[in-house]
């Protein structure tokens, strides 16, 4: 990566809040992701592998538990040693 100015960043993407940013880099050998590609791969073997892919339920809470995490989404409770509540946009 190189480093550029924050300016040079805002001028690539200029939804860039300034006030937040007080360094920037770039890839120029970066490639785009076909999102919905990867999130489908990542849907495909999360299935082969028994695990289930649940939308439209909101996250209400999560807890650790001895074999993994409880996670509580609409009005039904889950259990698995892993979990991706937020997909592909976790911070």
Known sequence: MSEITPQEALAIIPIL???MV???AIDTDAWDIDTDLLIQNFAREIR???G???TGAPV???TRIGT???VTAGEQMFEA???NA???WVD
């Open 68 to 70: 993994g995490w409880q």
């Open 81 to 83: 040693a892993r979990v």
């Open 86 to 88: 937020a997909a592909a």
């Open 60 to 62: 209400k809470a999560i």
């Open 17 to 19: 809040n300034l006030d």
């Open 22 to 24: 007080d360094r920037a």
């Open 52 to 54: 289930q892919v649940v």
């Open 48 to 50: 082969a592998n028994g």
